[in-house]
């Protein structure tokens, strides 16, 4: 595997299921992003990991809950998530250089569909 | 605030017609302005990153300068394999926190053989 991979690439749930994407970066990065891809939207920043700290949540609703076990691992969790949730979920992985300025790269994302 | 805004928000074109993207920005202070390029139900590509006005970079038929407010992609002899939405996006300096990008909405490409 190269790059940045994430799975699964498509999920459908219900409104009270419980669910788990997962991001793995081999590029050997140390800061680790989530983002939301909404329909005629931007791309919307929703958590930052570096180094394994949180160092970002972007007033992100707690049916979100990230996880970051390691440099290489990021997770998002899902539960009873509402319609609107339904979108494209990115993450990216950046070397992580203090004062920023380094290149985000992304995987392929997870189309999330919710019922 | 950082804010991002891209012109034109769709462009289509013929085979071998140049043309250019715009992407104005505000930022308190600009640690780098990244070009993407994004096909549909794929992940953002990383294309360039421009840190200071007068920069530029090359890539293929691609091109990014930048100034103080606004960066151009210049598409140079295009080809329909070239067709996709491209996403622009600064990170700052103030109020925002490491590793934030703000994006602007894209431009979809189209190009026509």
């Known amino acids: 595997e190269t790059g940045v991979t994430q799975t699964p690439r498509h999920l459908v749930m219900g409104m009270t299921n419980k669910k788990s994407l997962k991001c793995e970066q081999h590029l050997g990065h140390n800061a680790m992003y989530w983002y939301k891809q909404s329909a005629k939207k931007p791309l919307e920043l929703m958590f930052v990991y570096n180094f394994k700290e949180q160092t970002e949540n972007n007033s992100v609703p707690s049916r979100f809950s990230p996880e970051c076990p390691n440099s290489s691992h990021l997770f998002l969790h899902l539960h009873t998530l509402q319609p609107e949730d339904s979108a494209l979920y990115l993450c990216?992985?950046?070397?992580?250089?203090?004062?920023?300025?380094?290149?985000?790269?992304f995987g392929p994302g997870t189309r999330l569909t919710v019922l | 605030e950082d804010q991002v805004t891209q012109s034109p928000e769709a462009l289509r074109l013929q085979e071998g017609e140049s043309s250019s993207l715009n992407c104005s920005y505000t930022v308190s202070g600009l640690r780098g302005l990244f070009w993407y390029r994004q096909d549909p139900g794929k992940g953002p590509e990383f294309l360039f990153t421009l840190y200071s006005a007068g920069e530029e970079k090359e890539k293929e038929r691609l091109k990014a300068t930048l100034t103080k407010k606004e960066s151009f992609l210049h598409i140079t002899a295009p080809k329909p394999e070239d067709s996709a939405t491209y996403l622009c996006?600064?990170?700052?300096?103030?109020?925002?926190?490491?590793?934030?990008?703000?994006f602007g909405q894209g431009t979809i490409l189209t190009v026509h053989p």
């Open positions: 996006a600064v990170q700052g300096v103030g109020g925002t926190s490491y590793g934030k990008l703000t």
């Open positions: 990216a992985s950046s070397q992580g250089v203090a004062g920023g300025g380094d290149t985000q790269y």
